[in-house]
């Protein structure tokens, strides 16, 4: 039977094959939080991320973690909206929100060349009002007339009519979806040059609700559950976006604790750390002892012309050093008191010790000028006991450098001082066994421990020095990591300064005692707050200043120093002042850390205001160190009640330990510990100021030592997340002891 023939189709009838689509590929899994948070801001989905890239830079923001931890500033509460009739009950500068219609809008020349401002009138069922907006050109684009608004910022009252300066704005459409800058507490932040308020508010949101909320917990369960602190992730939320000023607070108390917790992990582990290096053990008789002593004090005889013994704070803190120092156990003490109070000498006490051993002790000065001064002193005090003293600063010649360098390599220079050139790389010590870090404040952990390392194999017995006394209130809280030695008692002979307070219009009395000094052979120093001229009202200029007192003290002669000026120019202008070449030397706080002029006995220190407390009372311990009487002049025309009742601290209290609580007290909120003169890491919420975060300061550091193992780490189980967030999260810098001043 043959074969059925095919079937022949026409083209277009019968069943299409099936044609299957191509298999979609799986979406790639979302970025795990840790992934998301390092991301750098140029490359995140951030609105705005170019110009956070941009603008990140100059507020060392570079990831999304980092903006998650660009705290707010301050607060505005927002939550109630008026009517523009209800703005009329406010007192003129208060802060408000209202939901407007546009009817105007127009742009009008200021009487400031190239200087416009955007007006906008406003009305709603109640009444009218106006926004003003000075020089943002931009403002005209961004709505139209009849467009519905929320404004929100200062009113000012003129007359009948309300009207907002420079004020916030979103169309009401948005802003019912997007409550981010009214209706709420809204956070107001620091910004830089392209960066508008609005546009960070925004993308902080986006952070949050990308990364934040998710940010992995790092704290213990059970520490968290019994201190009763929000998880991290809903903290970080409410500090930038809170519902209620409770959930403010309670967020705020968590990242308070947290910055806590890293400062006391950061000492503690540093201390149990040290406690297990080996140092040498420098013991010495009760013969050399003496001899030591004996020779500081002679030597100060010697200077000053009279009979001098050593203080009773400096023999109680001589004799803490040497017990010390006879250990095997690294010494790390702070020894901090006034200028003048006799530090130097002390210091010498220590450096001496290691010379008589055979080895070396270094000390390490933050200016040139000091490191000259320091060696110059040491020097002295040391030279009766045949121990040679070598400087080492980034200013001498290269013959000098290289000398000092084999000095110090070859044990020759049995004490060295010098500045940040003591660190570099091609300095070696044949046998470092003690340092003294003057001004310890200035430096960072990691310069302090550049110069340890070079003690070789053995830990060095350090010395740390201040003439920043520590509140002790915080020192009981924040220094439990060393041991402190207070040199309260005053050298013997001391004169007391005597201190006013003046207006700028009142020192023509002050002039003339200028001239009266310098007729009997005495020097005045004159510290403003600025090199330049200013904008700022009230600052006064260093340059400027000079220039104006030679006209007006003429004949005198009238130098000038400040901390643009190259090193050696600073210093022959320091030494012409010291020598009795000037009558008068201008300048900035570089003063501060000066030469010692016993001559100098009027200090005059204008704009007096702008200084903080301590920094006074250093600036004043410039004068007074011969045996005439001594004059301090703060010329301030403020009158803000805090600033007036910190100067009349400094009039009033000359005991460096009692001005360094009360100026404690006194702070403002957010000068936060004044950190920059303490040396202290940077905290950025927590304020030893409050007393419920002190008690969460001594909270934080019996949880350190809980943590901690016996070679200061965390070895716990489930300290894996908390070890991976002190170093690279947002607690690194204070876990590492980085200080304010970044030095």
Same mark, same amino acid.
């Given at each position: ?246 959930? $403010?607070? +309670? =967020?705020?108390? !968590?990242? /308070? ?6 400062? &006391?992990? #950061?000492? %503690? ?126 200013? $001498?010649? +290269? =013959?000098?450098? !290289?000398? /000092? ?6 044990? &020759?220079? #049995?004490? %060295? ?128 200043? +000079?220039?104006?007192? !030679? ?193």
């Amino acid at each position: 039977m043959p074969a059925p023939k095919p079937v022949r189709r026409a083209p277009g009838s019968g069943p299409k094959p099936v044609r299957r689509a191509p298999a979609r590929p799986e979406p790639p899994p979302p970025p795990d939080p840790e992934t998301l948070l390092a991301t750098p801001l140029g490359s995140s989905r951030l609105p705005g991320a170019a110009t956070l890239r941009r603008a990140g830079l100059r507020l060392d923001l570079r990831t999304v973690r980092d903006i998650l931890f660009h705290l707010p500033s301050r607060y505005e509460d927002r939550r109630a909206i008026l009517t523009l009739a209800g703005l009329r009950q406010l007192s003129d500068g208060a802060s408000a929100s209202a939901r407007v219609r546009v009817v105007g809008l127009r742009v009008e020349q200021t009487w400031r060349r190239r200087v416009q401002r955007t007006i906008a009138s406003l009305a709603d069922e109640t009444g009218e009002a106006e926004a003003v907006w000075f020089g943002r050109r931009f403002i005209e684009r961004r709505f139209r007339e009849g467009d519905r608004l929320i404004v929100s910022g200062r009113v000012k009252l003129r007359g009948y009519l309300p009207v907002f300066d420079d004020p916030e704005f979103s169309r009401e459409d948005e802003s019912g979806a997007d409550p981010l800058h009214a209706g709420r507490i809204v956070p107001v932040y620091r910004l830089t040059a392209g960066l508008t308020t609005q546009r960070l508010r925004a993308s902080i949101r986006a952070a949050i609700d990308q990364a934040g909320l998710a940010y992995p917990e790092y704290l213990p369960a059970d520490l968290r559950t019994g201190e009763r602190l929000e998880p991290i992730g809903r903290a970080v939320e409410q500090v930038h976006f809170p519902d209620t000023p409770e959930t $403010l607070e +309670a =967020a705020l108390r !968590r990242l /308070a604790f947290d910055e806590l917790l890293a400062l &006391q992990l #950061g000492m %503690v582990g540093r201390r149990r750390q040290r406690g297990r290096t080996e140092a040498r053990a420098l013991a010495i008789d009760a013969g050399r002892d003496a001899a030591i002593r004996l020779a500081l004090a002679e030597t100060l005889s010697l200077k000053l012309g009279r009979p001098v013994e050593l203080t009773v704070d400096q023999a109680k803190a001589i004799g803490a050093i040497r017990a010390d120092l006879a250990g095997g156990e690294p010494m790390l003490r702070l020894l901090q008191g006034d200028v003048g109070s006799g530090k130097t000498a002390v210091a010498a006490y220590a450096l001496a010790v290691a010379a008589g051993h055979g080895h070396q002790g270094a000390l390490l000065a933050p200016t040139d000028l000091l490191a000259r001064q320091h060696a110059a002193t040491i020097g002295d005090l040391l030279a009766p006991l045949g121990i040679p003293v070598a400087l080492l600063t980034g200013s $001498l010649n +290269a =013959a000098a450098t !290289r000398g /000092a360098r084999q000095a110090i390599a070859t044990g &020759q220079a #049995g004490v %060295v001082v010098g500045t940040h050139a003591l660190i570099q790389a091609g300095v070696e010590f044949r046998s470092l066994s003690v340092v003294v870090i003057d001004e310890q404040h200035r430096f960072g952990v990691d310069q302090r421990g550049q110069l340890e390392a070079k003690a070789g194999g053995t830990a060095p017995h350090v010395l740390l020095m201040t003439a920043t006394p520590i509140p002790r209130t915080l020192g009981q809280v924040l220094y439990a990591d060393l041991e402190v030695s207070d040199l309260r008692t005053p050298p013997e002979g001391r004169i007391p300064i005597a201190t006013g307070i003046r207006a700028s219009a009142e020192l023509d009395g002050t002039w003339r005692r200028v001239r009266e000094e310098a007729d009997a052979g005495f020097r005045t120093f004159v510290v403003v707050p600025a090199i330049e001229e200013s904008d700022e009202a009230g600052a006064v200029a260093a340059e400027s200043e +000079a220039v104006r007192l !030679r006209e007006l003290l003429q004949p005198l002669r009238v130098g000038l120093v400040h901390g643009r000026m190259k090193a050696a120019d600073r210093d022959f202008e320091m030494g012409r002042f010291r020598d009795g070449l000037l009558d008068v030397l201008v300048g900035t706080t570089v003063v501060e850390v000066g030469v010692d002029v016993p001559e100098a006995t009027l200090m005059v220190i204008e704009g007096a205001d702008r200084f903080g407390l301590a920094q006074l009372h250093q600036l004043r311990g410039r004068v007074g160190r011969g045996t005439a009487r001594s004059f301090c002049v703060l010329v301030s025309d403020t009158s803000d009640e805090t600033a007036l009742a910190r100067l009349t601290a400094v009039r009033d209290i000359r005991d460096g330990f009692e001005l360094a609580e009360k100026d404690f007290l006194l702070r403002r909120e957010g000068d936060v510990l004044g950190l920059a003169q303490s040396g202290l890491p940077r905290l950025r919420v927590a304020s030893l100021q409050r007393p419920e975060h002190r008690e969460l300061a001594v909270t934080a550091r019996r949880h350190a030592e809980a943590l901690l193992g016996p070679a200061g780490e965390l070895v716990g189980p489930g300290l894996a997340p908390l070890r991976h967030e002190l170093e690279a999260g947002w607690l690194e810098r204070i876990w590492a002891g980085e200080p304010a001043s970044g030095a």
